[in-house]
């Protein structure tokens, strides 16, 4: 299953706020906070290989090394559950652009429905990360990629929380070239889809539409 493009986040911070996620008893509030904190952390991790421009920065005492990113970031969350993600990365990659696509998954055919995408014509970007917390057939999230590879991206990371092994191997297979950052691959998706344990629909419970 695992290949070496797929990145569990080993941090303890990642595992305890992985689990308060989880919880059941987690309130819509709590639930969208932890969201978001689990996505600045995971975010830094799969940020951690993007390029830099070297230059001198002069402090009050002289010169010293600067640096500066030399990529621009795109953050493309998967409408709805994505949404909740952007803004801890966006908090640390303030010149990050933000580019919406609205993608949900027929409840009956398991298929990936796209709905909304505004991209421009030309790349505004050099990499991108697709945001969704959940990876579970993987038809969602390869379909973003293929979205972000036609309109022109050639780097693109995948950042969710949680994955089924048969959604990774999806993506996988089809985009070995996409690293993938997680924080927990579970065990199988029931009849339904769902990732099993899971967390239920990531998406009803930041909205409290469940
Ligand atoms: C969920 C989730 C992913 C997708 C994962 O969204 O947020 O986008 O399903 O499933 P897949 O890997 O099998 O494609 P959902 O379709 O429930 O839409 P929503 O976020 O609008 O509720």
């Known amino acids: 299953m695992a290949d070496n493009n797929v990145h569990v986040s080993a941090h303890p911070l990642v595992k305890h706020k992985l689990t308060l996620l989880r919880d059941a008893r987690t309130e819509h509030k709590k639930f ?10 995971l975010g830094y991790e799969a940020t951690a290989d993007l390029g830099l421009n070297t230059f001198e920065v002069m402090t009050p005492l002289g010169g010293a090394p600067g640096f500066k ?38 409840e009956r055919t398991l298929r990936p429905v796209s709905y909304y995408n505004k991209l421009p014509i030309e790349p505004t970007v050099q990499v991108c990360l697709i945001l969704d917390p959940m990876l579970a057939t993987g038809g969602s999230a390869a379909a973003a990629i293929d979205v972000l590879k036609e309109w022109g991206v050639r780097r693109i990371k995948f950042v969710g929380l949680i994955a089924a092994p048969e959604g990774i191997a999806v993506v996988t297979r089809a985009h070995p070239d996409v690293p993938i950052h997680l924080a927990a691959v579970d065990d199988h998706l029931n009849e339904h889809g769902f990732i099993v344990p899971g967390l239920g629909d990531a998406g009803d419970r930041q909205f409290g539409t469940a």
């Open 69 to 106: 990113l030399q990529e621009d970031v795109g953050l493309v969350p998967i409408l709805r559950a994505g949404l909740g993600m952007v803004d801890g990365i966006h908090e640390m990659i303030p010149g990050a652009q933000v580019w919406h696509l609205g993608i949900y998954r027929d």
């Open 32 to 41: 969208r906070e932890l969201i978001r904190e689990l996505a600045m952390l």
